[in-house]
């Protein structure tokens, strides 16, 4: 089963932070820092998503509804249904951050990488991560403000403010300058990837080190970890069942129903990571940890599921139109004699 190497470029980072927590006016210049990462990252976001590809993936709607109810429907009832283990498995700032993760929107890369592998409907896995991620920049902090809004998380008029300038303006401005800088853009995807991953890494090292200055990480135990894993495998195994056979009850054939089963259980942590920090400032460290832990456990079952369904038999094609007719034409011999 694969590890991430980004995963542990993140666990680095957060151990950095954790030496090395950025403290004075090193924290001011990586809060500055980290809000323009953030910024460009929902700019970039908003250059590479195809506008044409989106309304293009339109004529699958069943598909989408089903993968955009799995993601903002199906697993927040989850999350909300998780805050009956409060306090015996998890403390609140962990099911506060366990819920944030059932806000937000699919993966795209390894949706696609994954439907792939099990040969199932590619087109279709694009088309429903770059849905779930377009929906997820606007749905997810509405989400957020209403099941968290009163539930400790510092919501309030300058938060919505800061999701506008910080995610959905960037988001549109760089779906405005596409017709312009996308051939640029894609031509230097690989530099640019980097780049991404380099602001998430920001990003995570500014989180963890404010939890570091205000002593929060004091609040988590080994024994509270083991819960949280526990919660989030049984979320991970429930919508791997649901999304799969609830497919099959809805009458998608083999290859949608692995493109819905891989975009409809897994969570972005590319996504998630810069919109916790934005939602739940000094307090975006614990918020984001279930979502790194989700991230990863995710890969490691879905690798696996995905090499499982490589190997399925593949569908039987009905017989084909030319073995009727012969059988159409002996039949008819006899009479014709």
């Known amino acids: 089963m694969p590890i991430d190497p980004y995963i542990l470029l993140l666990l680095g980072t957060v151990g950095l932070a954790a030496l090395f927590p950025a403290r004075g006016t090193a924290a001011d210049v990586a809060s500055g820092a980290s809000t323009a990462a953030i910024a460009f990252l929902f700019f970039l976001y908003g250059v590479r998503l195809s506008t044409r590809e989106a309304l293009d993936g339109l004529r699958h709607w069943r598909l989408h509804v089903t993968v955009l109810a799995c993601t903002f429907v199906v697993f927040p009832v989850l999350g909300l249904a998780a805050r009956g283990l409060v306090p015996v498995l998890l403390t609140h700032p962990l099911y506060q951050g366990l819920l944030f993760l059932t806000l937000v929107p699919s993966t795209i890369q390894s949706s696609i990488a994954f439907t792939s592998i099990a040969r199932g409907n590619v087109p279709a896995a694009i088309c429903a991560g770059s849905f779930s991620s377009l929906v997820g920049i606007v749905l997810t902090p509405l989400l957020a403000a209403l099941l968290l809004g009163g539930d400790g998380a510092g919501f309030s008029t300058d938060s919505l403010v800061k999701i506008v300038l910080q995610l959905l303006v960037p988001f549109l401005a760089g779906q405005l300058l596409r017709p312009w800088i ?3 853009v ?11 991953r380099a602001s998430i890494l920001l990003v995570v090292y500014t989180a963890f080190s404010e939890g570091m200055v205000q002593g929060i990480w004091h609040q988590v135990s080994p024994a509270r970890l083991a819960g949280l894993l526990a919660v989030e495998a049984a979320v991970l195994a429930v919508m791997l069942v649901l999304t799969w056979y609830g497919a099959k009850a809805l009458r998608f054939g083999r290859e949608d129903r692995i493109a819905i089963q891989f975009a409809g259980s897994k969570k972005s942590l590319a996504s998630g990571l810069p919109m916790a920090s934005v939602l739940f400032g000094a307090h975006a460290s614990l918020a984001v940890l279930p979502l790194m832990l989700f991230h990863q456990m995710q890969l490691m079952v879905c690798a696996v599921i995905a090499k499982r369904r490589a190997r399925d038999p ?18 008819s011999g006899p009479r014709s004699r």
Do not use: I, N, Q
């Open 186 to 196: 894609t031509r230097h995807k690989k530099v640019l990837g980097l780049v991404d």
């Open 182 to 184: 996308g051939g640029f």
């Open 314 to 331: 593949r569908e039987v094609a009905p017989p084909a139109a030319p073995d009727a007719g012969s059988r159409t034409a002996v039949g």
